[in-house]
């Protein structure tokens, strides 16, 4: 089992920034890609932007330029820098890690993008 803790939600301006942080803790095995995936109200679970144990990236469209992701690999970190937010980018984050055979997920963490 592993344990995802986040943190770095919360309420910006548009145009703002914020950074999301992941920690897994608990893994029995190597830990692949880490990644953020998000669900605004009404919609589905999208992803917004993932990262490889070999630092290998992809991002949604609607992202690309404005978020990068990174990973700490000694300490099973994955974040998420947001800038130059969007209302439309407001939902509940949920960071994603996957191991060989596993994917596990956090609790979600709220952003929210004042207009």
């Known amino acids: 089992q592993v344990q995802l803790v986040e943190s770095g939600g919360g309420l910006v301006q548009a145009g703002g920034s914020l950074r999301l942080s992941c920690a897994a803790s608990?893994?029995?095995?190597?830990?692949?890609?880490m990644g953020w995936y998000r669900q605004a109200p009404g919609k589905q679970r999208e992803l917004v932007a993932r990262?490889?144990?070999?630092?290998?990236?992809n991002y949604a469209d609607s992202v690309k330029g404005r978020f990068t992701i990174s990973r700490d690999n000694a300490k099973n970190t994955v974040y998420l820098q947001m800038n130059s937010l969007k209302p439309e980018d407001t939902a509940v984050y949920y960071c994603?890690?996957?191991?060989?055979?596993?994917?596990?997920w956090g609790q979600g963490t709220q952003v929210t993008v004042s207009s």
């Open positions: 990262i490889t144990s070999g630092g290998s990236t």
């Open positions: 994603n890690v996957m191991t060989n055979s596993y994917t596990f």
């Open positions: 608990g893994s029995r095995f190597s830990i692949n890609a």
